[in-house]
């Protein structure tokens, strides 16, 4: 089962995942709500779409897929694809944003140069088709995220507000004065 955990808005892309509803061997989930509902119906008929999942149903519903998509190029810090890999399922998703922190190029899933759905649909096809590369991602995937507490990622955001300041302080540079 390959499938997609998220907001189904235009921004997240899950239109993209029609090139792969089509794959041999793939049965698609599309876990979610939102406004593009009705028009991903259309898109990908052959779909499962269960709709909006929470607490325990949500975190079985995640661990049973084999592998998950996330096509979004906008997302910042990527839940559904951290949880995804605790839940040790590979993942894949373009190299942009949150994603590029979480998923390790081919050690826990694969990241794909945004547009390039080939390549999200070449991925996606190889998972499918190697189990043992699946089952070596997915343990790989549980372990990448076992130490990412809350305060752990807290910490680090911290750290590089930290540096920020500190490079912008040696810089010289200052903004917001104004002068007459």
């Not at 929470?54 to 998509?69: F, T």
């Not at 996330?70 to 997302?75: A, I």
Request: negative net charge.
């Amino acid at each position: 089962m390959v499938g997609y955990v998220g907001r189904l808005a235009n921004e997240k892309r899950v239109g993209d995942l029609a090139r792969i509803a089509r794959l041999p061997g793939v049965r698609l989930v599309v876990i979610g709500e939102g406004p593009e509902l009705a028009r991903l119906r259309r898109l990908m008929p052959s779909a499962e779409f269960a709709g909006f999942l929470g607490g325990g149903e949500l975190a079985r519903a995640v661990a049973s897929l084999d592998v998950m998509v996330h096509p979004g190029e906008l997302e910042t810090f990527g839940q559904s694809v951290q949880e995804a890999l605790a839940s040790g399922v590979p993942v894949i998703a373009p190299r942009r944003g949150g994603p590029i922190d979480l998923i390790d190029h081919g050690s826990n899933g694969f990241l794909y140069e945004p547009g390039r759905l080939d390549r999200m649909e070449a991925a996606v096809a190889m998972l499918v088709e190697d189990t043992d590369l699946r089952l070596i991602q997915g343990a790989h995937a549980r372990i990448s995220v076992e130490g990412r507490t809350w305060p752990r990622v807290c910490e680090a955001l911290v750290d590089h507000y930290e540096s920020a300041i500190a490079a912008r302080a040696t810089s010289g540079t200052t903004t917001g004065t104004a002068t007459r």
